[in-house]
């Protein structure tokens, strides 16, 4: 069993990427490559780092005040043994799991893969399907275009909560000279076309 992720970037608190403070994953390397992906430095596989799934967890054991963790990409079904890794890991603990794919959630069950259902079983919050720029989602947070679906795997969380029909948000912060912006795919565009 191989204990590597490849990851394209790590942001240890973030409201942006799901419900309450999150510890958010960008795994790297996709496969379906949305047009107009909002992360198109995610993508290739030939970028990012390798990162041992321990030290993941390590980092998300030891980072206060958060309410779970958030898997984007890139495309966490991509590298779904090491997603599985993590998350069964972190399902033992009180934090929620949220994972955002390109996939559908019927599609990812037609599959028959013993790893993709056990990956799902530690699922509280999917969102689903490719992202479709020429579709924004204007209404319903942590969703990008409007074709996405938000499925409640768990009972963790219920649809009818006020944090799940509010608007989207985008937060902005310095990292050792570093501008990093992430969150609604729009507002993120938006913001960095006034900069160019």
Excluded at 1 to 17: D, F, H, W
Excluded at 171 to 189: A, H, M, S, T, Y
């Amino acid at each position: 069993m191989n204990n590597l992720i490849k990851i394209g970037q790590v942001i240890p608190s973030t409201r942006a990427e799901g419900p309450g403070n999150r510890f958010a994953i960008w795994v790297q390397g996709c496969p379906i490559l949305c047009k107009g992906c909002c992360n198109p430095e995610m993508l290739s596989d030939a970028n990012g780092e390798f990162v041992s799934i321990d030290s993941i967890i390590e980092m998300i054991k030891i980072t206060g005040d958060i309410e779970g963790i958030s898997i984007l990409g890139g495309e966490p079904f991509a590298q779904i043994e090491a997603c599985l890794q993590i998350c069964e890991q972190i399902k033992e603990t009180e934090l929620s799991i949220m994972v955002f794919s390109g996939y559908t959630l019927g599609a990812l069950k037609k599959r028959n893969n013993p790893e993709a259902d056990r990956f799902l079983d530690c699922i509280d919050l999917l969102v689903d399907g490719p992202y479709i720029a020429g579709q924004p989602e204007q209404q319903r947070r942590w969703i990008g275009s409007s074709n996405q679906q938000m499925h409640f795997l768990s009972d963790r969380y219920s649809p009818m909560e006020p944090q799940f029909n509010s608007a989207n948000s985008v937060e902005i912060r310095f990292n050792d000279g570093e501008l990093l912006v992430n969150g609604w795919p729009q507002g993120v565009k938006a913001l960095l076309s006034k900069y160019k």
